[in-house]
Nanobody, 117 residues
Framework: QVQLVESGGGFVKAGESVTLTCEVAGHLSIIDRWGWFRQVEGAQRDLVADTETNGGPVYADSVKGRASINRDRSKNKLYLQLNRASPEDTGSYFC???????????WGQGTQVTVSS
């Protein structure tokens, strides 16, 4: 019922900023959480930033003060801006939305971000 497509990844230098975009389509009224996760090869997918439909954002300690998650309701888009990027931010970034009533997650295909030192 929900489709997500991420974009905006690529190669950035340490210290630069990167903005990721997630386009969301489908039954958006069922979604109660919107978030971004990062995964590096061989590791689990970890939360970067998350926000409730009617609540405030939550950030991983590693990006707190450098990241901003925002949702454009009119365009059905979710953004993640990451400032002062570091090589530790390198990974595949996935957009996830959560359908609370059924406790079900929907994921995008991911977009790769590589930060060079």
């Amino acid at each position: 019922q929900v489709q997500l497509v991420e974009s905006g990844g690529g190669f950035v230098k340490a210290g630069e900023s990167v903005t990721l975009t997630c386009e969301v389509a489908g039954h958006l009224s069922i979604i109660d959480r919107w978030g971004w996760f990062r995964q590096v090869e061989g590791a689990q997918r970890d939360l970067v930033a998350d926000t409730e439909t009617n609540g405030g954002p939550v950030y991983a300690d590693s990006v707190k003060g450098r990241a901003s998650i925002n949702r454009d309701r009119s365009k059905n888009k979710l953004y993640l801006q990451l400032n002062r990027a570091s090589p530790e931010d390198t990974g595949s970034y996935f957009c996830r939305v959560h359908w609370g009533a059924l406790n079900q997650d929907y994921w995008g295909q991911g977009t790769q971000v590589t930060v060079s030192s």
